[in-house]
């Protein structure tokens, strides 16, 4: 499975943009991207997954450019609850039993 | 609908003891999955299972870990001669059959905290 990078933190206030992007340069023809957010105490939550160009949904938007070597997830207006560390995954996920591979993430905190 | 649910939430044991982790599946989801978690990491691959087989076991440390699905729904992860190196938070997780969607996003539940003392 592709290899990706990300930084180790970040930090933001309420009510700004917050964008993330990870880098996966190995990225293969039937990989997918995804990003998960996990919660002190929590196990890891799906927020949005893509393949190309750019995904939107509820909670945020997927941007990846034409070459796929890098994503960006862009969180809209963050506030103190989106406070956790998101993790960019890359991985053949339309197979069954592909196993998600985790780096460290990126630890976001957002202040007041 | 409910998500996937995971006892006991917290289990301290002593070196040396066995113990047994349980997961209940979103129902339907035919895939299901064990991770580990240690402190400030992201949680490393255990063991996937298709229906009541072990698909791939290949994140088994080592042979004190087992792991059962007998009915293709509730899984047991189970741990013998426990370490202090076993301290952790157990994680599972399960997905539908990607047949049945376009790509297969797995559903965590909240853990199951181990402690070896």
């Known amino acids: 499975l592709a290899k990706t990078t990300q930084p180790i933190s970040m930090d933001s206030y309420e009510g700004q943009e917050v964008n993330i992007t990870c880098s996966h340069n190995?990225?293969?023809?039937?990989?997918?991207i995804t990003w998960y957010q996990q919660f002190p105490s929590q196990g890891p939550r799906f927020i949005i997954q893509?393949?190309?160009t750019k995904v939107t949904n509820e909670v945020a938007s997927l941007f990846i450019p034409a070459d796929r070597k890098s994503s960006t997830l862009s969180l809209p207006r963050v506030s103190l609850s989106d406070t956790a560390v998101y993790y960019c995954?890359?991985?053949?996920?339309?197979?069954?039993?592909?196993?998600?591979?985790f780096g460290k993430g990126t630890t976001l905190s957002v202040s007041s | 609908g409910a998500g996937v649910s995971q006892t006991p939430s917290n289990k301290v044991t002593e070196k040396g003891k066995y113990v047994e982790l349980r997961c209940d599946p979103i129902?339907?989801?035919?895939?299901l999955y064990w991770y580990r978690q240690s402190l400030g990491q992201g949680p490393e691959f255990l063991i996937y299972?298709?229906?009541?087989?072990?698909?791939?076991d290949s994140g088994l440390p080592n042979d004190r870990f087992f792991a059962v699905r007998p009915e293709g729904s509730v899984s047991t992860l189970k741990i013998q001669r426990t370490e202090r190196g076993d301290s952790a938070v157990y994680l599972c997780?399960?997905?539908?059959?990607?047949?049945?969607?376009?790509?297969?996003?797995?559903?965590f539940g909240p853990g199951t905290r181990l402690t070896v003392l």
């Open positions: 299972f298709q229906g009541t087989g072990a698909a791939d």
């Open positions: 893509g393949y190309k």
């Open positions: 129902s339907g989801h035919t895939a």
């Open positions: 190995n990225i293969a023809t039937n990989d997918y």
């Open positions: 995954l890359v991985g053949p996920f339309n197979q069954a039993g592909t196993a998600l591979i």
């Open positions: 997780a399960s997905s539908l059959n990607p047949a049945e969607s376009s790509t297969d996003t797995q559903y």
